[in-house]
């Protein structure tokens, strides 16, 4: 049977783990073919590895998305190796949740570059081929980017800013037939809030999703394959997605 993204190449950031991986696997589930990028290779060819059996055209890329020059690259060797470009999928980022006062500032600089910038180099990198081809960008966001809160307020600064830029590049490109989309999920069962180096910032987000029936990889991937397949005319610009159990 035909899939939905048949003909179509994608490029996901982030797809060593989580999010990433699983979207890539859902992508490739319906048709595409897929560029994975990580800076973890030896999972990205894991994943190689299980979607090679699915008859996937895959190509690793291996790509830290603060470095501006690899991110070029990388769509360029996606384009060269793949086709084309379709779809960028916008999902590198980290959360360094952890109070203002005191905070070591090094994460800020992490948090920024990685998910503002990072993501703005893989926009800017990728627009003339989506524009060429009527792509599509969907940022991976989070609630964060809605609403602050104590203990998170670099990590919603970056997560507000990619709600920004996201806004206006939708009023840039999107009579031009690119569509933008912005997802933004709550709280999810991923390894994110394993990297939070604030001890106490650890052990309360730990604590309080511990309390919930946790949105899962897939969950997310799903939305963004929603997103992906809808007809050319029709723009989800936006999907939030929280676990029913999370209250703020």
Avoid at 24 to 50: F, N, Q, S, W, Y
Avoid at 112 to 133: C, Y
Avoid at 151 to 156: D, P, T
């Amino acid at each position: 049977m035909a899939g939905r993204l048949d003909g179509k190449v994608a490029l996901v950031t982030g797809a060593s783990s989580g999010i990433g991986e699983a979207t890539a696997i859902a992508l490739a589930a319906e048709g595409a073919a897929v560029a994975i990028a990580a800076r973890r290779t030896d999972r990205l060819e894991a994943l190689r590895a299980k979607l090679d059996e699915q008859g996937t055209s895959v190509v690793v890329l291996e790509l830290d998305v603060t470095d501006e020059q690899a991110c070029r690259s990388a769509v360029q060797s996606t384009v060269d190796e793949l086709g084309g470009l379709d779809l960028l999928v916008n999902n590198a980022g980290v959360m360094l949740l952890g109070a203002i006062e005191g905070a070591d500032t090094t994460d800020w600089t992490r948090m920024i570059e990685t998910n503002v910038l990072g993501l703005m180099f893989m926009t800017h990198a990728s627009l003339p081929h989506l524009l060429e081809r009527s792509g599509h960008v969907i940022q991976v966001s989070s609630t964060a980017g809605r609403v602050a809160a104590k203990g998170a307020g670099v990590y919603n600064a970056s997560k507000f800013a990619v709600n920004a830029f996201s806004e206006s590049l939708r009023q840039e490109v999107t009579q031009r037939g690119v569509r933008v989309t912005l997802i933004e999920p709550g709280v999810v069962e991923t390894e994110l809030r394993d990297h939070i180096t604030d001890q106490a910032a650890k052990e309360s987000i730990s604590a309080r999703a511990a309390d919930m029936r946790q949105l899962q990889s897939g969950d997310i991937a799903a939305a963004i394959v929603y997103a992906a397949t809808q007809p050319d005319h029709v723009a989800v610009n936006e999907i939030l997605v929280r676990p029913t159990d999370q209250g703020w």
